[in-house]
């Protein structure tokens, strides 16, 4: 009897499906995985943002947790928005009671595609203090790179892309992955740092406005094909390829009044 590919998905919920859990657990499922969850908030969003923001408590999450994981196998484990510090130290506990260790993708969630803050300045720290040491990989865009590392504006160049990457390995990522969809230009180009080397993942940007959940997508990708046993640099280079994909067919397709979703599911279409 064949074993499911487990991975656990820890962030806030999105009712109108375009990130958050929801993506997560869309985008595992579309690349063979079984997507598990543990929801760290309820979420009022649509397509024009996010409009209120319900925390749960560590008890509540503490209690997802371990329900699922006295139960079955994680393989591999993806974090999103956690939104306070309480949160951050009461998910780095219940990562550390896995026996398995399995890889930890953590998406630095900062704030929403359309500015809402959901994690405070204050947690910063706590976020490299607990989470840093324990991820495989953390995927910070462009503007939340600036924020963790303390410049003053986004980095603009290759090589300062590459210095602020090794300034957030130094604080405590194993590897990181510099996303650079905020960039000018007609190419996002991706930086990953990644045992002491750097690679770069060119793609043409798709002319789109549906690009919610972009991030949530990427960084669960990553961590299903890193379920499966992918080393990270093909994890990370496949999970490109499919979020691109992603992008390209969500193009085609109209939901809400804003920015809407990517479609996860091209490829049953």
């Known amino acids: 009897m064949n074993n499911y590919l487990t991975v656990l998905t820890i962030a806030g919920s999105d009712g109108s499906g375009g990130a958050g859990v929801q993506a997560d657990i869309k985008t595992v499922g579309a690349l063979g995985g079984y997507a598990l969850s543990v929801i760290t908030a309820v979420t009022a969003q649509n397509t024009t943002g996010v409009k209120a923001v319900y925390p749960l408590g ?16 994680i393989d591999a484990v993806k974090i999103g928005m956690l939104g306070s510090g309480a949160i951050i130290k009461c998910v ?22 359309g500015g809402t803050t959901l994690l405070p300045l204050e947690a910063l720290a706590v976020l490299k203090e607990e989470l840093f040491p324990l991820a495989a990989l953390i995927t910070p865009n462009l503007p939340e790179t600036a924020i963790l590392t303390g410049m003053k504006q986004q980095p603009a160049t290759d090589e ?8 957030l390995h130094e604080a405590g990522a194993a590897s990181v992955l510099v996303k650079g969809g905020h960039a000018e230009g007609e190419e996002c ?17 798709i002319e789109t406005l549906n690009t919610h959940g972009t991030g949530c997508t990427l960084s669960s990708a990553i961590a299903a094909f890193m379920a499966k046993g992918e080393e990270m640099e093909s994890a990370v280079e496949k999970a490109k390829k499919y979020t691109v994909e992603a992008l390209k067919a969500g193009a085609c397709c109209q939901l809400g009044k804003g920015s809407g979703p990517l479609d996860h599911n091209f490829r049953l279409r």
């Open 189 to 205: 180009r991706d930086c990953l740092l990644c045992n002491d080397k750097f690679v770069w993942f060119s793609s043409k940007k």
């Open 58 to 73: 560590e008890q509540c999450i503490s209690e997802q947790f371990r329900a699922i994981a006295d139960d079955i196998r």
């Open 92 to 113: 780095a506990g219940l990562l550390r009671e896995l026996k398995n260790n399995p890889p930890v993708i953590l998406d630095t969630v900062l704030r929403s595609s």
């Open 160 to 167: 300062a892309i590459e210095a602020a990457a090794s300034m």
